[in-house]
């Protein structure tokens, strides 16, 4: 399945600035459910930097594959700047790359709570630079919030491989 042409542009700027600088790159993906790994995937010679991804949506799979200890999941819940600065550290560090991202987030139509809304995502990069969290609230659908997030994933990321992750 083809991704849209934004997602495809994003995913080639990234990859152009990985392989140029010799980054080495993975995803760690919850609410997007593997979007942003299949957007990078979907570019002919992605295997030239990017390494894999985890796709952790329940918190088990989160702590179990990606390090993302209980007590934070517990503290500060699933959707949290905390998590999503876990999950990318441990895509880092369990895969092996230079530059990992990661997402989580509520995509809807459902599973909001007081103080956390529909649409509400957190992003992280974590390179040898260190670790960069976003904030995001998305105000569409489904499938919009999805799509948003998988294209700030790839912002977040195009912008540490810019930096020189």
């Not at 997007?32 to 329940?58: K, Q």
């Not at 441990?90 to 230079?98: K, T």
Request: proline share 2%; aromatic share 4%; glycine share 10%.
């Amino acid at each position: 399945m083809a991704v849209d042409e934004e997602l495809a542009a994003l995913a080639e700027r990234v990859q152009a600035r990985c392989i140029a600088a010799r980054l080495t790159c993975a995803t760690a993906e919850s609410c997007t459910g593997g979007l942003v790994a299949h957007a990078i995937t979907s570019i002919a010679g992605s295997s030239a930097y990017f390494r894999g991804a985890i796709v952790a949506y329940e918190d088990s799979v989160k702590e179990a594959l990606l390090g993302v200890p209980a007590e934070v999941l517990a503290a500060h819940g699933a959707v949290s700047a905390q998590v999503a600065r876990a999950m990318a550290t441990g895509a880092r560090e369990r895969l092996g790359v230079d530059l990992a991202v990661g997402v989580t987030g509520i995509a809807g139509p459902s599973g909001a709570t007081p103080g956390k809304p529909v649409g509400l995502t957190y992003l992280a990069t974590a390179s040898r630079q260190g670790i960069d969290v976003r904030r995001e609230t998305w105000a569409g659908d489904r499938a919009a919030n999805i799509r948003s997030s998988a294209a700030a994933a790839l912002e977040l990321l195009l912008t540490a491989a810019e930096a020189g992750a």
